[in-house]
């Protein structure tokens, strides 16, 4: 069964102060990766897709990178606005045409100003 | 904006009571999956269609069903309410394919309270 731990759950920094958030997975045959962001009582924002190890993108303040066990979300210099909960996906080689997300729980990051 | 949308956006209701919540995927998106989100156990994949036909099945309920008509629509219809089916329920879309991963654009979703 695929599995997917994201730490911490959450994460107070202040602005301005750069840290990372971590994604564990387990998964028989990855596809690929994902990453996104989600403010409170919204639809999941997508952010990055990483497919083979060593692969790293990144976006403004964010940079995600991936190996063969886990995924890191980067944020350097963090503004208040960015705020939310950061959720970690995987899609697995399942059966042919299906291509279901299994979701880790998220870290809920606070930025203080 | 995703371009994906769902309605209604809320939704409150009685115990034993029935359901339908809608999903327009993204222009060319062939496509849709419905993921139910709660407190406690995150987002969970439901249901999987692609062009109309059922492609994958996670966590759903028997209670549960959904379709994806021509129009490529989707329709999540839930039954026999529950207090504990109370959670938010996200429809996501993409284009799909082949090879490779594909990116899930999610809809701002339904939130559906049962009282």
């Known amino acids: 069964e695929d599995q997917v731990t994201q730490s911490p759950e959450a994460l107070r920094l202040q602005e301005g102060e750069s840290s990372s958030l971590n994604c564990s997975y387990t998964v028989s045959g990855l596809r690929g990766l994902f990453w996104y962001r989600q403010d409170p009582g919204k639809g999941p924002e997508f952010l990055f897709t990483?497919?083979?190890a060593g692969e790293e993108k990144e976006k403004e303040r964010l940079k995600a990178t991936l190996t063969k066990k886990e995924s890191f979300l980067h944020i350097t210099a963090p503004k208040p606005e960015d705020s939310a909960t950061y959720l970690c996906a995987v899609q697995a080689r399942t059966g042919a045409g299906s291509y279901q997300l299994t979701f880790g729980k998220g870290t809920k990051l606070s930025v203080i100003p | 904006d995703s371009g994906v949308t769902q309605t209604p956006k809320h939704l409150i209701t009685a115990t034993g009571q029935r359901v339908t919540l809608r999903c327009s995927p993204r222009s060319g998106d062939l496509s849709v999956y419905w993921y139910q989100q709660s407190l406690d156990q995150g987002l969970q994949f439901l249901i999987q269609y692609y062009n109309g036909e059922e492609r994958a099945k996670g966590n759903i309920l028997e209670r549960f069903s959904a379709q994806q008509f021509p129009d490529l629509h989707s329709e999540l219809n839930l039954s026999s309410l529950e207090l504990g089916d109370s959670a938010l329920y996200f429809c996501?879309?993409?284009?799909?394919?082949?090879?490779?991963?594909?990116?899930?654009?999610f809809g701002p979703g339904t939130r559906l309270t049962v009282l």
């Open positions: 990483l497919y083979s």
């Open positions: 996501a879309s993409s284009v799909v394919a082949g090879v490779g991963g594909n990116e899930q654009f």
